[in-house]
């Protein structure tokens, strides 16, 4: 273990982050920074919140009718926010 200390800083960040519940959190981060750009301005308005819960994603929206709406694109939002992920982390999505 005393050569340990000799890893590079991103070696351990890569380590630190692999860690589930700090992966589930940078993917949290993640998703709603690109939220905007992956659903456009006007669904992102009525977005009143996101957060991942147990790898399913829930999405907290205004609207209704929007809700859906979104409802029946669930598998499309799952695949897009998985694809940006650049693995297959998100396995259901919930719109509420």
Do not use: C, H
């Not at 070696?11 to 690109?34: C, D, G, H, N």
């Amino acid at each position: 273990m005393k050569g340990d200390n000799n890893r590079p800083l991103k070696e351990w960040l890569q380590v630190f982050a692999q860690s589930p519940q700090i992966r589930a959190k940078l993917y949290q981060t993640r998703i709603e920074k690109m939220w905007v750009e992956l659903m456009g301005p006007v669904i992102s308005g009525y977005t009143r919140g996101i957060k991942l819960d147990d790898r399913t994603l829930l999405i907290f929206i205004e609207s209704s009718s929007l809700k859906s709406e979104l409802t029946i694109m669930k598998e499309t939002i799952r695949t897009r926010v998985n694809e940006r992920l650049g693995e297959a982390y998100v396995t259901d999505v919930r719109i509420l």
